[in-house]
């Protein structure tokens, strides 16, 4: 990407141009959330300013203008992560509750006591508590494949974690603190010798690498809009069409019906039966937004920067004595996850933020992870396709400061 289109990109996100402490604001909190470009909030504001109305059930104008709104944005999703289906995607608040969503409702159908649940020594708490509340509930073990010192999980390991009891893995494309890009495709085929369903945690990895569900095979992938520049409280879950079907609804009331009476109710079909309640319709669209926004810069064009800006971020901080980077996989996304000498990573976080960089400092909801690392935590820089060099450098040089300050 030329500074030209670069210029051109960030003039598209208001708040990039926002001063903090009087300083020009650095954003390298990403992996966090991302920030949004004009166009998606002036989605937000036409949906309810112009086409607001409670969307499938209504006779009238407005009303189907936005159930055809919602319905378009759920193609934009399938055609986004090329699902076979447009009814394989199912709206929810984001990962956290497309995940909680699968623990429970596959959990209740196919799980019983002694079965085994496999999940990384990487992963997000979302992709973590919600299967152990299964195992809690159900009596089910939690299996956990082990990664390497360059933060690359252990495929031998991870043969032999399954079993005649696995009953479903779980991990994560991309690691919110390492940055390492796992070989899921791998992980998927090894599984499926074995008939076991697979669900990826695609957060951190949507935003950034192409990513087809149908040629990876994924059983379940999830994502939230906020991480890849859409809204707050809406995000994906996809699942294979024969899987979703098999499984009993999530939350029970509204729009998941087909008929109700007080002896039995039975369930609307895909993906309504999971989808309880009005949707967040405006939210859905302005997803779809954000989706046609990264489309039209382009999906390789953006993976190619943010590895220009990996690349020469990694170099730059190693400059720095006594910088430890954690995570150095050889397949790495834009995150550079670092402790410099014995300063504890909030007080880097602290100082940083005062010169108007913000990145993120401690567990990031990974405990476990960093808990193996014997680590207090991590500063986590965490670069999109809107970050520059210059940013870069400005933040090596007040890091260089604050290190000089602190040492
Ligand atoms: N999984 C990963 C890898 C993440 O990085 C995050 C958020 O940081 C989540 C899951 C949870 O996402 P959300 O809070 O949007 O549900």
Redesign the pocket.
């Known amino acids: 990407m030329n500074n030209q289109e670069l210029q051109k990109i960030r003039a598209d996100f208001p708040i990039l141009q926002e001063k903090i402490y009087n300083k020009d604001l650095i954003y390298f909190d990403n ?2 959330t991302t920030q949004k470009p004009r166009c998606v909030v002036e989605k937000i504001e036409e949906g309810y300013y112009y086409t607001n109305a409670n969307i499938h059930r209504g006779v009238h104008f407005l009303s189907q203008k936005a159930t055809e709104a919602h319905e378009a944005a759920r193609s934009t999703v399938a055609e986004f992560i090329h699902a076979a289906k447009r009814e394989e995607i199912v709206f929810t608040r ?4 497309a995940i909680n969503l699968v623990a429970s409702s596959f959990g209740y159908a196919f799980c019983k006591s002694g079965d085994e649940i496999i999940i990384s020594v990487m992963e ?1 708490h ?2 973590i508590v919600p299967w152990q509340m299964l195992c809690e509930r159900k009596g089910l073990k939690l299996r956990v494949i082990p990664m390497n010192e360059l933060g690359e999980l252990d495929l031998d390991a991870y043969k032999l974690l399954l079993n005649q009891h696995t009953r479903l893995v779980s991990v ?1 494309h ?3 603190v390492l940055g390492t890009i796992n070989p899921v495709k791998e992980i998927i085929e090894i599984a499926h010798k074995q008939n076991i369903p697979v669900l990826v ?1 695609g ?2 990895a949507v935003p950034h690498i192409a990513v087809d569900v149908t040629e990876l095979d994924a059983d379940f992938y999830v994502f ?1 809009a ?2 890849i520049y859409g809204p707050t409280g809406i ?1 994906v879950l996809y699942g294979k069409e024969k899987l979703l079907n098999a499984m009993p609804p999530y939350q029970g009331g509204g729009e998941m019906i087909s008929i109700v009476t007080f002896e039995k109710t039975t369930y609307n079909e895909l993906p309504f039966k999971f989808e309880a309640g009005t949707p967040d319709y405006i939210g859905s669209t302005a997803l779809a937004e954000a989706l046609h926004y990264v489309q039209g810069i382009g999906i390789e064009k953006i993976a190619a920067h943010e590895h220009e800006l990996l690349t020469y971020g990694t170099k730059r901080l190693m400059e720095i004595e006594g910088m430890r980077i954690i995570g150095t996989s050889k397949a790495k996304s834009s995150v550079i996850s670092f402790l410099v000498g014995n300063i504890h990573p909030y007080d880097l976080g602290m100082l940083l933020d005062k010169l108007g960089i913000a990145v993120r400092t401690g567990h990031h ?1 990974a405990q476990p992870l960093i808990d193996s690392l014997g680590m207090p935590g991590t500063v986590r820089a965490s670069f999109a396709f809107y970050n520059s060099k210059e940013e870069i450098d400005t933040f090596i040089t007040s890091l260089k400061r604050i290190v000089i300050m602190l040492s």
């Open positions: 992996g966090a984001g990962t956290t509750e997000h979302s992709n994560a991309v690691s919110n945690d957060a951190q939230s906020h991480k995000g909801c």
